[in-house]
């Protein structure tokens, strides 16, 4: 009789040993699952640092881009040395938005994918807007900001510090 009940011991601990890895198991699932689903920023906040580092440190005399040749052409541009950011703060503060809007279009449209949408604001003010999906409905939503200073038309006048933001989402 003694040797029976060891086996039902036995067996009752092994069912025990059973229940307890599934519990376990479960556990991590349920886990693993609820960390999956939250948003991954990583890219979009990488997206968005660079875009802001590289509008704010490519100079227009490194772009082979023909619009700022021809807007230097005529005039428009006369600081080949000013980055994007400086130009696009120039145009903006010489009231000229939409030769802003225009240049950050034709830059930014090889520069970040099409599947993000994006915007730039130059003191506050929205100076270019790409948008693919609503910002309310994105799961991630990432901004970085630069500071700029420059000079306007290679002259005496001095503009800083504006702050430039770029904003990314998918």
Not at 25 to 38: D, G, H, M, N, Y
Not at 113 to 131: E, M, P, V, W
């Amino acid at each position: 009789m003694a040797k029976l009940n060891n086996g039902r011991k036995a067996q009752y601990l092994t069912i025990d040993a059973f229940i307890a890895a599934m519990i376990v198991a479960t556990t991590l699932v349920i886990v693993l699952a609820e960390r999956a689903s939250q948003p991954y920023t990583t890219q979009s906040e990488l997206l968005s640092k660079g875009v802001s580092e590289s509008l704010a440190q490519a100079k227009l005399i490194d772009l082979n881009n023909p619009l700022i040749v021809n807007l230097s052409l005529e005039g428009n541009i006369t600081n080949l040395d000013n980055t994007v950011l400086q130009q696009a703060t120039e145009f903006y503060l010489t009231q000229r938005k939409s030769q802003a809007f225009r240049m950050l279009q034709n830059v930014t449209q090889r520069l970040i994918d099409q599947k993000y949408s994006f915007r730039i604001i130059i003191n506050g003010d929205l100076i270019y807007n790409r948008t693919l999906t609503s910002e309310n409905t994105s799961v991630a939503v990432v901004s970085s900001r630069k500071i700029i200073f420059g000079v306007i038309n290679k002259t005496a006048l001095a503009y800083g510090p504006v702050i430039a933001e770029v904003t990314v989402w998918q």
